[in-house]
């Protein structure tokens, strides 16, 4: 057992010089999707707080995301929200995509698949109430797209 114990601390160890890059832009995107169009503040607002982590190039880390496994895990989160969409490269879009991404932003929120559930679990403040999820349905809604 303590054999055993020592074998998983050197594990634990070693795991950790395996460090993914951050997500941590040192310059303020000019594609933020506000440079192409309108977003009402409280939107805005909201995907910073419920979004941003893994759908921007800013993602707040706690202490424990620095830690292996948990630093593999979140770095591979970033990396496929921000395939998907990307809030700080939203004015890269051509209109079919964005219009698309506008629409399935709508989808995930009512469905409740975003924010992620295990996200939520330790980030309570990025739940979507009731009124957020209508919020940003009643903002994509306004928007007519164009593309379905
Ligand atoms: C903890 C990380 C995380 C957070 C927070 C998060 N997402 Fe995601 N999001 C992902 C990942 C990972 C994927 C890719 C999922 C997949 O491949 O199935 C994704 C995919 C998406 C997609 C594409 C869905 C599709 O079917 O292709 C949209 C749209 C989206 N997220 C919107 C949002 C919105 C809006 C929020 C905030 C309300 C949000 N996400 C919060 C990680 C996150």
Redesign the pocket.
Known sequence: MKKFLSYLLVFLALIQLVRPKKNRSEVVSQNQITSVMKVPQDVQA??KR??????SNQTNYLWYHEIAPMSWM?A??????K???NFDEFGTYNSRKRDR?LE??S???ESG????K???AF?SE?K?SPEDIQM?KDWVTSLNLKHE
Request: aromatic residues 8%.
């Open positions: 909201l995907f419920s979004c941003n982590d893994c759908h979140v591979y989160h970033i990396k496929e929200g395939k998907h969409l991404a399935e932003i989808e995930v929120v698949e975003m924010p992620m295990g996200y939520v980030h990025t979507m940003v």
